[in-house]
């Protein structure tokens, strides 16, 4: 099939579903995910499709309340001072003896250079970067999940992830994700929101970090609802009435100096 013929079928999908992954394109048009990112890249230049990791979305999506991610090197320099922030206020919830699911994202990146200059933690993480950072950290114990590896992420996914992530227990699990509103937490990658339900499901309890961005916005795959989460770590408290309904559901709020 030539690439232009491709590509329309691509924008096709996107116009009947509103949003489609890489995984699904590359099983339905019967092609690798490498040609159909580059499909992706393509369309999106092109101004036809809003291109988010993992897959693409309308162009309305935007004005619907939805966002969309860049790629993941990009995201490491977005919002950095808060990122920060929030890394350092949600390191110091923790100490020595304390066993933590860690999930890939650009600010629980961050969060691993903090926990690199603690001791004495058990971090089980599918993020490379996350494993070399905290295992900086005088004692601490540090397991790698294994899977299929994402270049793009420097991360492990898949069946083989998920079941390797069952044979662990933590009492903590701390995520990022890609969005945050009344209805609970989202990401844009059904990998990524997999394996942070399988982490969650190993776990005794959750927090949550994000910077403002992903406030009241909404992604496109449920990681889970308020109900589920303890604590959130932010930059600046919701505006109402979302900061109400999170509070209501009983997540402590935690605003990063």
Known sequence: MRPSARQDLIVDYVEKRGSVTVEF??????????????????????????KFHGGASELSAYAEGQIVEGSFQARM???VPQKRRIAKATAALFKPGDSIFVDTGSTTVYLAEELGKLSGLTVISNSILVAQQ????????????????RDDTAQNVGRLALDQ????????????????????????NPEEAEIAQAMLGQSRSLTVIA???????????????????????????????????LLAAGIEIIIAD
Do not use: W
Request: aromatic share 4%; hydrophobic share 40%.
């Open 165 to 188: 992530i069952g044979a662990f227990k933590a009492a903590h699990l701390v995520i990022t994700v890609g969005a945050i509103d009344a209805d609970g937490v989202s990401d844009f």
């Open 211 to 245: 910077d403002s961005s992903k406030l009241g916005k909404t992604a496109i795959f449920q990681v889970c609802d308020l109900k589920r989460i303890q604590r959130m770590v932010l930059d600046q408290l919701p505006a109402s009435p979302l900061a109400q309904t």
């Open 25 to 50: 394109l590359a099983s339905t048009l019967s092609t690798s995910r490498e040609t159909i990112r580059r499909d992706l890249s393509a369309l999106a230049k092109d101004g036809r499709v809003r």
């Open 134 to 149: 905290v295992s900086k950290g005088a004692n601490n114990r540090v397991f790698l999940i294994g899977g299929e590896y």
């Open 77 to 79: 320099h977005e919002n």
